[in-house]
Each structure stands twice: as structure tokens, then as C-alpha cells.
């Protein structure tokens, strides 16, 4: 069965979520990446504002492609979660409270995620045509300078995850891993 | 000598820019399809049922299949017979602006790798390997490929005592990384040459149709193994665990020293794109 969530991701919605579970997301969401998680940490460090509240927000680790004409947007799929891992901790700290990407995350991570109540989500990869059908809107809002690395303020109907880490540790990397492994 | 202008070059380098992005191998895409009844994991299924829908989405709506439409290796097979004129170089790189300014493609090569990390704007330069082979034709091949498989790429000298278990165990230690780069993949496997050749040919076998094999016995048959072993780390479809990790492994070799055995590990991610034109 498949979950329906709405942004902001509260600690109530949270509480809900286990590793493995569909869930669909409608709401807002915001794109960020490798460049955009360096100023938003470099600004914390300032001690200066971020471009967007964190709290009980989802960020998409995603640099879409520009849209052509007639389209919101263009092929916007996540991209590796690992290289964001350094960054990550922080803003957990500062109120995120989940972030869409692929692939595994570091310990330092997952203890993160238990400690500030948050939640990793896995979107496929490389279907990024496909995923650009749930997004409905789209607003730049900092760093235009950066191109695809912008922060994209998204507005999404039904995008498709699965909870990947959830609020207690579970993962689901891990352990499917070995479930399926015959070796 | 026959006469090719670097205009011709500019707009076919352009169209297979184009091409390359949106439609899937369909080798590729045939493989999928074989092996969704070789998965046993559901989440795997899924994944690879999107992996379909997307490949027609994207060529029904004219859209990139990955956002990330990559850095531009393009491989140059030039015929000894053919008089270019003008600038191969210059023409590839302005087929390539071209195509990512004009074609909705995203930019995604910085300046510096090291300090600003600023973005060229256009995509270029593109990786340009050329060939020289006989003929009087310029066979021109485009391979777009995204950053997130390129990081799981890994080159090592093995020690010669290791022999055929030292690459084995090598290509089987870089799988493990697999899951960061959108399996299943294509693995593609140098052996051999020196430390600049062997990544070249790890990336060269990437372009050999999957139901290819090597037309080494030795060696083809090194690849159906090493295709087997790999899906049974339990990696699956974007990683999320399954039998279907790899769709091929794909090995090229070349003498190499007597003191030497280069290796080199590279994958596709399952969003392959690849196109080729003769002029």
C-alpha cells in the first residue's frame, strides 16, 4: 500500500514512516545539491539566513535539465545522496527533516536522522523524464548563478519514494542487500 | 582524398548529442525488459518497470532520459583517406554548445575542478578520442555519460603473481560500488596497456552491444562469470536490492609490460546513451 504524505513533514508524519514503505508526496519541496548544501552550511557557519526556513522541509538532492517550451521543467531525477553525507548532519540540525536522493548514506548520517527525528527517501534514478511529470510548479528562489545547482522551490502531486532510512535507523540498503545476496 | 567540412561535422555532432539523450540503447532496453522476469525482488520490478515507462516517455515528450545529460565523451574512428577542413577539435565542441544550449540539455562541466567550480555554460569541452583507421570516412560516436556513475569508476596496477584472480576480485571489489551508480549497469573492464590506456579501453568496451561477447574464448568467458558473480551481491535495481545488478560486463584487453597489469573498472548506468553516425 501506498502512503500519502503532505509537506511539511511533521514529527507526527514521522512517526508514521518505516523503512521500505511507498509513500507519495504532495506539497512543496526543494531542490538542492552539491554547491547550494556548501553556501547553506557556509551560511550557517556566518550565522547568516538561508535562502529558505529548513524546518519540517524536504530537500531533493536534483539538478534538472532546463524545461523546453510547454513544460514546468525539465527531466529532473535525484542525484547521488552520498556526495551531500558531509553536509547533511548540519542541517538536520537546523530543522530539515528529509532529503529525496539515491543511493546508500554514511553512518554519520543515519545517526543524524535518529537523533533529529528525520527521514531519508530514494527515488529511482535516471527515470528523471518520468519523475518531471509530478511536478507542478517550479520557482528559483537563491543562488541562480549556480545553473542546475539553483534551489529550485518545487511544488509536487504524488512523487513517488520509498522511506530508504527511517526515523529509528532502519535501512533499507542494508537490508535488503542481504536479503538478496547469494553469496 | 575525399573532402569533409567541419560544418558537416559541427551538425552531426549536434544530432547525435541530441539523439544520445533522448532515446535509450535499445539493447539496453531490451535487456530490461528480458530480465524483469529474472527479478525476484518487488522493489526491483518496480524500478525497472519505471526504467521502461521513462525510455518512452521520453522520447514521446522530446525530453532528456536522466537530468544529468552528462559530460561528452565522443570516440572518432578518422579515416586515413579523408582531408578535414577546418578544425576537428573546434567543430566537435560547437556541435556539442550547440546542442545543450539549443536542445534543452543541462551544462554540467565546471571550469576549475578544484576552486570555483564555475559552470562553462555550454557543456564543453567535450573528452574527444580520435582514431586513425583506413577508409576515406569519419565514423563519429557520442556517449553522454552523468557524473554519479563516473565516481564509481576505479583504476589499480595489479601485481602480474595475481594473474586472471587479481582482476576477478578487483572488478568484483569496484561492483560493490554499483549501488551509487543507478544500477543495473553496464560494466566495462580494461586490462592491460599502461595507466592512461587502460581507463581508455575500460570506456571503450562500454560501447560494445550488450549481447556481445569478447572474441577471446579466455576472456568471453571471464565476462559471462564475472556477469553472474556480480548479480549475486544482492545490489539490484538502483540498489535497492535484487538479483539484476549488471545486464553485461564487457572486458577489452591489450599487451601490456612485463612488470604490469593495469586494470580499470568503469559502468554505464542503465540509463545508457550512446549514438554514431559515418560521414
Same mark, same amino acid.
Given at each position: 500500500?501506498?502512503?500519502?504524505?503532505?509537506?511539511?513533514?511533521?514529527?507526527?508524519?514521522?512517526?508514521?514512516?518505516?523503512?521500505?514503505?511507498?509513500?507519495?508526496?504532495?506539497?512543496?519541496?526543494?531542490?538542492?545539491?552539491?554547491?547550494?548544501?556548501?553556501?547553506?552550511?557556509?551560511?550557517?557557519?556566518?550565522g547568516?539566513?538561508?535562502?529558505?526556513? @529548513?524546518?519540517?522541509?524536504?530537500?531533493?538532492?536534483?539538478?534538472?535539465?532546463?524545461?523546453?517550451?510547454?513544460? $514546468?521543467?525539465?527531466?529532473?531525477?535525484?542525484?547521488?545522496?552520498?556526495?551531500?553525507?558531509?553536509?547533511?548532519?548540519t542541517?538536520?540540525?537546523?530543522?530539515?527533516?528529509?532529503?529525496?536522493?539515491?543511493?546508500?548514506r554514511?553512518?554519520?548520517?543515519?545517526?543524524?536522522?535518529?537523533?533529529?527525528?528525520?527521514?531519508?527517501?530514494?527515488?529511482?534514478?535516471? $527515470?528523471?523524464?518520468?519523475?518531471?511529470?509530478?511536478?507542478?510548479?517550479?520557482?528559483?528562489?537563491?543562488?541562480?548563478?549556480?545553473?542546475?545547482?539553483?534551489?529550485?522551490?518545487?511544488?509536487?502531486?504524488?512523487?513517488?519514494?520509498?522511506?530508504a532510512?527511517?526515523?529509528?535507523?532502519?535501512? @533499507?540498503y542494508?537490508?535488503?542487500?542481504q536479503?538478496?545476496?547469494?553469496? | 582524398?575525399?573532402?569533409? *567540412?567541419?560544418?558537416?561535422?559541427?551538425?552531426?555532432?549536434?544530432?547525435?548529442?541530441? =539523439?544520445?539523450?533522448?532515446?535509450?540503447?535499445?539493447?539496453?532496453?531490451?535487456?530490461?525488459?528480458?530480465?524483469?522476469?529474472?527479478?525476484?525482488?518487488?522493489?526491483?520490478?518496480?524500478?525497472?518497470?519505471?526504467?521502461?515507462?521513462?525510455?518512452?516517455?521520453?522520447?514521446?515528450?522530446?525530453?532528456?532520459?536522466?537530468?544529468?545529460?552528462? *559530460?561528452?565523451?565522443?570516440? !572518432?574512428?578518422?579515416?586515413?583517406?579523408?582531408?578535414?577542413?577546418g578544425?576537428?577539435?573546434?567543430?566537435?565542441?560547437?556541435?556539442?554548445?550547440?546542442? *545543450?544550449?539549443?536542445?534543452?540539455? =543541462?551544462?554540467?562541466?565546471?571550469?576549475?575542478?578544484?576552486?570555483e567550480?564555475?559552470n562553462?555554460?555550454?557543456?564543453?569541452?567535450?573528452?574527444?578520442n580520435?582514431?586513425?583507421?583506413?577508409?576515406?570516412d569519419?565514423? !563519429?560516436?557520442?556517449?553522454?555519460?552523468?557524473?554519479?556513475?563516473?565516481?564509481?569508476?576505479?583504476?589499480? &596496477?595489479?601485481?602480474?603473481?595475481?594473474?586472471?584472480?587479481?582482476?576477478?576480485?578487483?572488478?568484483?571489489?569496484?561492483?560493490?560500488?554499483?549501488?551509487?551508480?543507478?544500477?543495473?549497469?553496464?560494466?566495462?573492464?580494461?586490462?592491460?596497456?599502461?595507466?592512461?590506456?587502460?581507463?581508455?579501453?575500460?570506456?571503450?568496451?562500454?560501447?560494445?552491444?550488450?549481447?556481445?561477447?569478447?572474441?577471446?574464448?579466455?576472456?568471453?568467458?571471464?565476462?559471462?562469470?564475472?556477469?553472474?558473480?556480480?548479480?549475486?551481491?544482492?545490489?539490484?535495481?538502483?540498489?535497492?536490492?535484487? =538479483?539484476?545488478?549488471?545486464?553485461?560486463?564487457?572486458?577489452?584487453? &591489450?599487451?601490456?609490460? !612485463?612488470?604490469?597489469?593495469?586494470?580499470?573498472?568503469?559502468?554505464?548506468?542503465?540509463?545508457?546513451?550512446?549514438?554514431?553516425?559515418?560521414?
Amino acid at each position: 500500500m501506498t502512503k500519502q504524505i503532505h509537506t511539511p513533514l511533521t514529527d507526527n508524519i514521522i512517526s508514521e514512516l518505516k523503512a521500505g514503505d511507498k509513500v507519495e508526496i504532495s506539497g512543496v519541496i526543494y531542490t538542492a545539491r552539491d554547491q547550494a548544501h556548501k553556501r547553506m552550511v557556509d551560511s550557517i557557519k556566518r550565522g547568516e539566513p538561508l535562502p529558505f526556513d @529548513l524546518k519540517d522541509q524536504i530537500v531533493y538532492y536534483a539538478g534538472p535539465s532546463p524545461a523546453p517550451p510547454g513544460r $514546468v521543467i525539465g527531466s529532473i531525477g535525484p542525484t547521488t545522496s552520498a556526495r551531500m553525507d558531509p553536509y547533511t548532519p548540519t542541517l538536520l540540525a537546523h530543522g530539515l527533516k528529509g532529503m529525496i536522493g539515491k543511493g546508500p548514506r554514511s553512518p554519520a548520517v543515519k545517526s543524524a536522522l535518529i537523533k533529529y527525528n528525520a527521514v531519508y527517501l530514494a527515488a529511482t534514478g535516471g $527515470v528523471a523524464a518520468l519523475l518531471s511529470t509530478y511536478v507542478k510548479k517550479v520557482e528559483l528562489i537563491a543562488y541562480p548563478d549556480l545553473g542546475p545547482e539553483a534551489i529550485y522551490r518545487l511544488e509536487v502531486e504524488r512523487f513517488p519514494v520509498l522511506i530508504a532510512i527511517d526515523a529509528k535507523g532502519n535501512d @533499507l540498503y542494508e537490508e535488503n542487500r542481504q536479503i538478496y545476496r547469494q553469496l | 582524398m575525399r573532402e569533409i *567540412y567541419a560544418s558537416k561535422i559541427i551538425e552531426v555532432v549536434k544530432d547525435l548529442c541530441l =539523439r544520445a539523450n533522448t532515446v535509450l540503447r535499445p539493447d539496453v532496453l531490451d535487456a530490461i525488459k528480458a530480465n524483469l522476469a529474472l527479478e525476484v525482488s518487488p522493489t526491483g520490478v518496480e524500478v525497472m518497470e519505471q526504467i521502461i515507462k521513462n525510455a518512452k516517455l521520453a522520447v514521446s515528450e522530446q525530453l532528456p532520459i536522466c537530468q544529468d545529460t552528462g *559530460y561528452v565523451t565522443i570516440f !572518432i574512428e578518422l579515416g586515413r583517406g579523408v582531408l578535414l577542413q577546418g578544425d576537428l577539435t573546434g567543430a566537435i565542441n560547437e556541435g556539442v554548445r550547440r546542442a *545543450y544550449t539549443e536542445g534543452f540539455l =543541462r551544462k554540467s562541466i565546471v571550469v576549475s575542478p578544484v576552486f570555483e567550480r564555475e559552470n562553462t555554460g555550454d557543456n564543453t569541452p567535450a573528452f574527444i578520442n580520435v582514431d586513425i583507421v583506413p577508409g576515406d570516412d569519419i565514423k !563519429i560516436t557520442v556517449m553522454p555519460k552523468g557524473g554519479g556513475t563516473e565516481n564509481a569508476s576505479q583504476l589499480r &596496477m595489479l601485481p602480474v603473481s595475481g594473474g586472471i584472480n587479481a582482476v576477478r576480485q578487483f572488478v568484483l571489489e569496484a561492483a560493490e560500488g554499483a549501488a551509487k551508480s543507478c544500477p543495473p549497469v553496464i560494466v566495462g573492464v580494461g586490462v592491460g596497456g599502461s595507466f592512461d590506456k587502460v581507463g581508455f579501453l575500460a570506456k571503450k568496451a562500454l560501447l560494445r552491444p550488450l549481447p556481445d561477447s569478447n572474441p577471446d574464448p579466455g576472456i568471453a568467458k571471464l565476462e559471462a562469470e564475472l556477469l553472474v558473480e556480480i548479480n549475486k551481491l544482492g545490489i539490484g535495481p538502483a540498489g535497492l536490492g535484487g =538479483r539484476i545488478t549488471a545486464l553485461g560486463v564487457k572486458i577489452e584487453t &591489450m599487451p601490456t609490460h !612485463i612488470a604490469c597489469l593495469p586494470a580499470a573498472v568503469v559502468f554505464n548506468c542503465h540509463a545508457a546513451r550512446q549514438a554514431e553516425a559515418i560521414i
